[in-house]
């Protein structure tokens, strides 16, 4: 899956990703989630400036896992990954993470 910043953001959508899913401000300027059919959105990061952060630590993990390499490797790749968007935020004490959601799928090699 792919994240895509919007050039101009805008509170209504800052970004939007390629199954149709969009981020967006609410009105403590925490950044959410909202996915196609979804009617709840999930939590993704405090402010619009950590959330380019970890945009770009996702888009660097997504690069480093796209190559052939063990099982033993992508699990390293994983766990660092993990520790870099931790240490931008503990989305660990949010309830419906974004990132949270992500790195189970990741654990499991599903990105």
Request: proline residues 5%.
């Amino acid at each position: 899956m792919r994240i895509i910043l919007e050039k101009n953001p805008q509170p209504s959508q800052v970004a939007y990703d390629d199954t149709d899913g969009k981020f967006y401000l609410n009105e403590d300027q925490e950044i959410l989630y909202i996915g196609p059919g979804e009617s709840k959105p999930w939590y993704v990061n405090a402010n619009l400036s950590d959330f380019i952060r970890s945009v770009t630590e996702y888009e660097s993990y997504c690069a480093n896992v796209s190559k052939p390499m063990s099982e033993d490797e992508q699990l390293k790749i994983v766990r660092e990954f993990t520790r870099k968007l931790q240490r931008i935020e503990d989305f660990e004490k949010k309830n419906r993470s974004y990132w949270e959601c992500i790195i189970e799928q990741a654990e499991h090699g599903q990105i």
